[in-house]
Nanobody, 124 residues
């Protein structure tokens, strides 16, 4: 199983930016997908962004498209989520996840490894 460690969360004012990092240990397959999900209090976990590790193809949820960018440093098995123009509704715990085998990239159930989560709070 892949071990994931996230960092970079914090408190920011609306309109500001943050960058999250996720370093993976044991990421073995170029077919793996690394993703970011988020979960606000009282809500279901929501897909934010994902990247196919081998080819670099990216996917975004509608609520973050145009504001968030997922990228990677393959040499260090690290994925980033650059979040710009943050809004109070972006406040959530952000989780890094890896899909090793198959399944709907947008679906929580497709992912077999999860990080511990990092809190992002956007003040108005």
């Amino acid at each position: 199983q892949v071990q994931l460690e996230e960092s970079g969360g914090g408190l920011v004012q609306a309109g500001g930016s943050l960058r999250l990092s996720c370093t993976a240990s044991g990421l073995r397959y170029s077919t793996s997908v690394m993703a970011w999900f988020r979960q606000a209090p009282g809500k279901e976990r929501e897909f934010a962004a994902a990247m196919r590790w081998g080819g670099g193809v990216t996917y975004y949820g509608d609520s973050v498209k145009g504001r968030f960018t997922i990228s990677r440093d393959s040499a260090n098995n690290t994925a980033y989520l650059q979040m710009n123009n943050l809004k109070p509704e972006d406040t959530a715990v952000y989780y890094c996840a890896v899909r090793t085998y198959s399944g709907n990239i947008y679906d929580v159930s497709a992912y077999d490894s999860w990080g511990q989560g990092t809190q992002v709070t956007v003040s108005s």
